[in-house]
């Protein structure tokens, strides 16, 4: 069963009256007996499906990937003097960068690209021996870039923005020190951030931090010290029982490679009408951008055709991000294989109607 499916009928009995209590999600105090025990059970779900180590925290907070931009640098720098490394490899995390200068000094681990379409290779990394943190977004939602792998920053404390990929994959949870992540890609609706943190991290905090976003306040009081989102803690707990059910993350991996492999080669067996911006090795198994094109060149008026002509079927949120423009596929956790097939035969019709050939000699 969809993991659509199975959300809107828990979810709907939730709303009405959870677990025949005769309140709804959305009623219940935050400080009764069944959130906490909710919050707990999600937790232990979340510690199963990562096989997380006991010497991590896991706090459910708000204001998003966002808010732990700004979270992120005051529980983890002492002081705005501290260095931490940014590895920026698209929007996202430039934007990370851009507001932890703020509260400490940021180092550019990358030479600088406005095209956002590669990694370099470690012989050209600048890390700073002895910072604070390392940073690095593991995939880039606007321009589809994806880490392969986890970047070797040695002793240095390494964080991961892990948002758009977060349990479409397994992680070695013990190689970080912090794990973000916002829930509304694969794991809930907007209103939670997941955040997975080592307990030597926790309590070093700047005086200006809010503490709100104060990992140890939140952690001694699991995650209660202000109000939580109650109903989104609730459809992240169904999420999680929907994953369990599907054989959990090593299952979900597999799923998640299929999807890619069949957008990436209907793209790669268009003769150029479907252009990839992304170079191969760096490529997300999560958003695939990509350009419609004749002669080489995007044609913008085929790219608009092409997403309304897709919503008149039913298939939505296929246009590229303004930054980027074209078109992006982005191949979450909820959207099925069977949904996949759909989009890549409606992408090959649309080229068969679409493409110019030459006439005869």
């Not at 983890?76 to 490394?85: G, K, M, N, P, Q």
């Not at 890619?260 to 003769?271: E, F, L, P």
């Not at 090959?348 to 679409?354: G, K, S, T």
Request: glycine share 6%.
């Amino acid at each position: 069963m969809l993991c659509a499916q199975v959300l809107i009928e828990a979810a709907e009995q939730g709303a009405f009256s959870y677990k025949d209590s005769g309140i709804s999600v959305m009623e219940m105090s935050h400080r009764s007996t069944d959130y906490l025990a909710m919050s707990q059970e999600t937790v232990s779900l979340l510690r199963e499906l990562l096989d997380i180590p006991a010497n991590y925290q896991i706090l459910f907070l708000q204001g998003g990937g966002t808010g732990q931009f700004a979270a992120v640098p005051l529980n983890l720098s002492r002081s705005s003097d501290e260095v931490a490394d940014y590895f920026i490899t698209g929007l996202w995390s430039k934007k990370a960068a851009e507001e932890a200068q703020k509260y400490v000094k940021v180092n550019k681990v990358l030479t600088h690209s406005s095209h956002y379409n590669s990694i370099q290779e470690k012989e050209h990394w600048k890390l700073t021996p002895g910072a604070a943190y390392v940073y690095y977004c593991a995939n880039e939602t606007v321009h589809g870039v994806e880490f392969q792998g986890i970047p070797d920053t040695g002793d240095v404390p390494l964080v991961c923005d892990a948002s758009s990929s977060f349990l479409t994959h397994k992680m070695d949870i013990s190689k970080y020190a912090l794990i973000f992540a916002g829930a509304q890609k694969n794991v809930g609706c907007a209103g939670v951030t997941i955040v997975i943190v080592r307990d030597d991290m926790i309590g070093k905090a700047q005086s200006i931090c809010p503490s709100v976003w104060d990992y140890k306040i939140q952690a001694d009081n699991s995650s209660t010290y202000n109000t939580p989102s109650v109903w989104g803690l609730y459809i992240v707990n169904l999420v999680l029982k929907w994953l369990k059910k599907q054989g959990g993350v090593e299952a979900i991996e597999e799923r998640c490679a299929t999807k890619a492999r069949m957008v990436y080669d209907t793209i790669q067996n268009s003769n150029g009408f479907y252009h990839l911006l992304v170079e191969p090795a760096f490529r997300s198994r999560v958003n695939i951008p990509f350009h419609i094109c004749r002669n080489g060149n995007p044609v913008k008026e085929l790219e608009e055709k092409f997403v309304k002509e897709a919503q008149a079927q039913n298939m939505y949120e296929l246009k590229g991000h303004r930054a980027v423009g074209g078109i992006r596929a982005s191949l979450y956790n909820a959207v099925s294989v069977e949904e996949v097939k759909t989009l890549v035969q409606y992408m090959n019709d649309f080229m068969a109607r679409n493409r110019v050939t030459s006439p005869p000699a």
